[in-house]
């Protein structure tokens, strides 16, 4: 069971979109429409931003969207806002009652 | 509003077992609805699932912890608590507690929709 795979770091302008990738295999990403994001402001308690691929709990803006293709997800911020540089984390089910996150990328809005 | 909130040594030596409870409040953690869960940061590195619970007892563990992981629930008290034995630096990390949303009565599926805001555990002598 190996960490899911995201870019180190992403950036973006105000107002433009990111798109921050994580790619697992077909034993996790793959092979479940189980994959979930979530929002780290460092110190604070990581948020939930989507669930289930592509669904937005209550009160997360649908600037937040996300796609899966094959092993590997997409979550993609329009309208990039200064409250949005954070850190995200994908996590996928893979199987077996296990779990298994991604490696982080840190979103800086320039 | 739910809350969690993470308790337990900050320091931890070497060889022995780390231990940390995590306190629920604004829900009931005998909720049929929910599972528990615990989830690590080493620092500079990503998040780790340490393991998952339901009130009823049934757990499911990282296959790499497996060997020194138990995760009990006390409802009276409305907490689940972590135990990681034979711990070295390696396991130094920011622990996090969190209620998981089942997609399966089973717990399978899932995701982590309410969590703490996570204590540091560092193992040193």
């Known amino acids: 069971q190996s960490a899911l795979t995201q870019p180190r770091s992403v950036s973006g302008s105000p107002g433009h979109s990111v798109t921050i990738s994580c790619t697992g295999t077909?034993?996790?990403?793959?092979?479940?429409?189980?994959v979930s994001w979530y929002q780290h402001h460092p110190g604070k308690a990581p948020k939930l931003m989507i669930y289930d691929v592509s669904k937005r709990p209550s009160g997360v803006p649908d600037r937040f969207s996300c796609s899966k293709s094959g092993n590997t997800a997409s979550l993609t911020i329009s309208g990039l806002q200064a409250e949005d540089e954070a850190d995200y984390y994908c996590c996928s089910y893979a199987g077996s009652y296990t779990w298994v996150f991604g490696g982080g990328t840190k979103l800086t809005v320039l | 509003q739910l809350q969690l909130q993470e308790s337990g040594p900050g320091l931890v030596k070497p060889s022995e077992t780390l231990s940390l409870t995590c306190t629920v409040s604004?829900?009931?953690?005998?909720?049929?609805?929910?599972?528990w869960g615990w989830i690590r940061q080493p620092p500079g590195k990503g998040l780790e699932w340490i393991g998952t619970i339901y009130y009823s007892g049934t757990t499911y563990y990282n296959p790499s912890l497996k060997s020194r992981v138990t995760i009990s629930v006390d409802t009276s008290k409305n907490q689940f608590s972590l135990r990681l034995s034979s711990v070295t630096a390696a396991d130094t990390a920011v622990h996090y507690c969190a209620r998981v949303i089942p997609t399966y009565h089973d717990g399978s599926g899932s995701y982590f929709d309410y969590w703490g805001q996570g204590t540091l555990v560092t193992v040193s002598s």
């Open positions: 604004g829900g009931s953690i005998s909720s049929s609805n929910y599972y």
């Open positions: 077909s034993s996790d990403v793959g092979g479940y429409n189980f």
